[in-house]
C-alpha cells in the first residue's frame, strides 16, 4: 500500500510539473490540444494541461541570413557564381501561417532567389553585374517580400556579398587592368619625356639666340675697333688698304701667339712659314689695287650707260642716227 502511494506521488509530482514549460525570448511556442491548434505562447512561464496539451513546436521569431550560390549565365555569354544573403525574419503577429502553411521556409527562399537572379543577370553584361549588382539585391527582396509574407515571413534586407566568375574570365579581366595600366603610364611616360624634349629644345634656342646675341655683339665692337684703328693710321698717313693689310697681318700674329700660348692645342695653321706674313700683306695689297681698278671701269661704264639713257628721252621724235662703234678702253 505504501509502495502505491509512493508511485502515486512521483506520477502526481511528474504531471505537476509538466503542467509548467518556459518560453526562451524572441521565441514562439505553438501549442495544440489533441492535435488542434491551441494557442501561441510567448516568453516566459507558461502552463498547460498535461496530457492533452503539447507543444507543436518552436518558432525563432530573431533575425536568420540564409546564403545562397547560384550559378547563372550572363548576356555576353559568362558563367559567373553569385552568393546572395537574405536576411529574413518571422513576423510575431503571423506566427501561427509561418508554422503551418510552410514547412520549409529557407527552400522556399533559396527557389525564389534561383528564379529572379536567374531572370535579372542574363539581362546584363559582366562589367554591369559588378555595376548593378545592388539593383539585383532589390529585385530579389521585392519578389521575396511579396511571395513570403503570405506565409508570415519578412525580408529584412538581401545582398549580393559575391560575383565570382569563371578563372580564365577573371585572369583575362585582370590582363586587360594591367595593360590599361601600363598604357596609362606609357602616355604619361611619353608627355613626361615630351616636356623634358620641348624644354631642352626651348632652353637650347635660348641658349643661342643668347649665343648669337654675343657674338652680334662681339663682332660689332670688333669692327668699331677696326674703324678706329683705321682713323688713326689714316691720321698718321697710312691709307685705307695698308692699314686694312696691316691690320690683317696684326691679327694673324695674334692668333699664332695665342695657338702657342696654348701647350694642348692640335690646331694647325696653313702657310706657317717665316714670310708668311708679308706674301699674305702683298697679295692683299694687290688685291686691293685690282678691286679699285675693277671699280673705277664700272663706274665709268655706268655713266656713260646713264648719259646715253638721258640723251634717248630728250630727243625722243629724231630718226635713230647710225650708231657708232664704241672704242673700250
Known sequence: MNIALIILLVFGVFILLSSFFTVKQQTAVVV?????????RQSGLQLKIPLIDRIAGRVNLKIQQLDVIIETKTKDNVF???????QFMVIKETVYDAFY??????DQITSYVFDVVRAEVPKLKLDDVFERKDDIAIAVKGELNEAMTTYGYT?????VTDIDPDIQVKNAMNRINAADREKTVAEFEAEASRIRIVAKAEAEAESKRLQ?????????EIAKGLVESVDVLNRVGINSQEASALIVVTQHYD???????????????????????SDMLNNMIASFSASNQVGELMKKRNAKAASKRENIIEM???PDAPETPEIEE
Open 32 to 40: 495544440e490540444r489533441f492535435g488542434k491548434f491551441l494557442s501561441i
Open 316 to 318: 625722243p621724235d629724231k
Open 212 to 220: 648669337g646675341q654675343g657674338i652680334a655683339n662681339q663682332r660689332r
Open 255 to 277: 692668333t699664332l701667339q695665342a695657338i702657342g700660348a696654348d701647350a694642348n692645342s692640335n690646331l694647325i695653321l696653313l702657310p706657317n712659314s717665316p714670310q708668311a706674313g
Open 101 to 106: 502553411k510552410l514547412e520549409y521556409p529557407h
Open 155 to 159: 525580408i529584412i534586407n538581401t545582398l
Open 80 to 86: 559567373v557564381k553569385l552568393k546572395v544573403s537574405v
